[in-house]
């Protein structure tokens, strides 16, 4: 539910940001060049919620069904620190304009970017990160699963736990399957960006399309697979009427 929630926020604030940039051009409104980098900019790289957020839950979830204990603190701050500091580091350059440089952008006409020292690895690195995370959280999840099957097996775990477990594993196998379907797209084109600081329109429209319509579809089929909310949408949609 919580995923679900960041899908809807992520593209809310992406409507919103259109609609910024489609109000401006209709009313021939002169838009004020940083301001529309760094919404360019957030928008490009907040969907790394989503990903990391499904990778630390595959990991919170793995300790505490097979090893029944909660992860060692400090290790999972290790990690929360190594995968949150390039995005942060490369992002935090732009908004607040540190050893600032302009790029070329499609849509802003200008986009900003950093000298910062490391502000290319950081960049690169992070995309190739994103390209990977989806994998491993599929594995591990599909690993949680496994398990609970072979525990499932030996009777010492309940019908209805081991059932509850099932619906939960497609839930986060939707959520982990569309960003490796629908993200890499973005990741590439990300990387062509950073290496060639532009990108066909083409790309960009094909690679937008397939991220957010993959968004409201993952929201859906990840919705529906669990049992409490498709007996409410069957409520909702699937309504009996009686007569008199």
């Known amino acids: 539910m919580t995923l679900s929630c960041q899908y ?27 301001t ?6 957030i ?3 907040i969907n ?46 732009q908004v607040f304009e540190l050893k600032l440089r302009y790029t070329k952008n499609m849509i802003c006409i200008y986009g900003i970017a950093s000298n910062l020292p490391l502000y290319k690895f950081f960049e690169t690195e992070n995309l190739i990160v994103l390209a990977i995370l989806p994998l491993i959280s599929f594995a591990l999840n599909y690993y949680i699963f496994w398990k609970l099957k072979n525990i499932r097996n030996r009777h010492l775990v309940s019908k209805e736990s081991f059932n509850e477990s099932k619906h939960l594993f497609i839930s986060i196998t939707i959520q982990s399957i569309f960003p490796f379907i629908c993200q890499v797209p973005t990741v590439i084109a990300l990387l062509y960006y950073s290496f060639y600081q532009t990108m066909p ?23 529906i697979t669990i049992n409490h909310f498709r007996e409410m949408m069957k409520r909702d949609m699937l309504c009996k009427w009686t007569r008199n």
């Open 36 to 41: 529309c980098a760094k919404l360019n900019t």
């Open 8 to 34: 809807i926020f992520l593209c809310s604030y992406h409507i919103f940001y259109n609609s910024f940039i489609v109000y401006h051009n209709f009313k021939k409104k002169s838009i004020f060049q940083h």
């Open 48 to 93: 790394e919620i989503v990903i990391l957020s499904l990778f630390f839950f595959n990991i919170f979830r793995y300790f505490k069904v097979i090893k029944q204990r909660l992860p060692n603190k400090f290790v999972m701050s290790v990690i929360v620190i190594i995968l949150l500091f390039p995005p942060l580091y490369f992002v935090f350059g």
């Open 201 to 223: 329109l083409g790309l960009n429209i094909l690679v937008q399309f397939l991220h957010y319509a993959g968004q409201g579809i993952c929201i859906f089929l990840s919705l």
């Open 43 to 45: 928008d490009m790289y």
